[in-house]
């Protein structure tokens, strides 16, 4: 059985005890439990596609930790004119593992 949910403007589709990289959760620590109810989508044997939820589905999951995703270096630059820029930025994560799936 697997599911699609919607968390951080982005949707997933996930099985359980799948580890994956979603938008920072905040006010999460290490080892906590987070419950995601935006259930888009649950498919397997029994399919059921909400509209725009599925009543009543939710999405268990563990946070394995928080952390900061590599830098990734920005740089602007205009011909014959000098002007350069160079700014990097660290997208901040939560990895979570997917516990179960309920319908």
Known sequence: MYAIIKT???????????????ELLKNTEDGSEVVFDQVLMIGGDDTKIGQP??????????VVRNGRARKVIVFKSNRRKGYRRKKGHRQ??????????TH
């Open 8 to 22: 951080g403007g982005k949707q997933y589709r996930v099985q359980e005890g799948d580890e994956l990289h979603v």
């Open 53 to 62: 939820v599925v009543e009543g589905a939710e999405v268990k999951a563990t």
């Open 92 to 101: 901040s994560f939560s990895k979570i593992r997917i516990d179960s799936i």
